[in-house]
C-alpha cells in the first residue's frame, strides 16, 4: 500500500521539446512539459476543452529515455510520484512550484 501513497498517472501530450541537463556529480535530469484536456459540454450544450500543464521531471536512466525517444507533441503516459519545491528566483522572490517526478513512461503515439 505504501506505492500508493503519492502516485500520479497523467496522459498528454508534450508542449515542447524536453530540456535535459547533465548536472554537478553526473546526474542527468530532464524537464518537460506535458498538457493534458478535459472535453465536456457546458450548461448551453457546447462543447468545451480544458487543458492542464504539467511540469515533468525525470532522472538518469528516465532522464535518457525521454532524450533519445521524446519529441514535441508526442502523446504520452507518465506515471510517477508529485514534488512540491521552493527557490528563489533572480529578484529575489520565493517561488513555490509542484512538479510530477516521472519514474514510468509509455509513448501511446503510433509512428
Same mark, same amino acid.
Given at each position: !500500500? ?74 504520452? !503516459? ?34
Amino acid at each position: !500500500m505504501n506505492t500508493l501513497k503519492n502516485k500520479v498517472q497523467l496522459i498528454g501530450n508534450l508542449g515542447n521539446a524536453p530540456e535535459v541537463k547533465i548536472l554537478e556529480g553526473g546526474k542527468k535530469l530532464a524537464r518537460l512539459s506535458l498538457a493534458t484536456n478535459e472535453t465536456y459540454k457546458n450548461a448551453k450544450g457546447e462543447r468545451i476543452t480544458e487543458t492542464q500543464w504539467h511540469n515533468i521531471i525525470a532522472w538518469d536512466k528516465t532522464a535518457e529515455i525521454i532524450e533519445k525517444y521524446f519529441t514535441k507533441g508526442l502523446e504520452v !503516459m507518465v506515471e510517477g510520484k508529485l514534488i512540491n519545491r521552493n527557490y528563489t528566483d533572480k529578484e529575489g522572490i520565493k517561488r513555490y512550484t509542484t512538479e510530477v517526478q516521472a519514474n514510468e513512461l509509455l509513448i501511446l503515439t503510433k509512428k
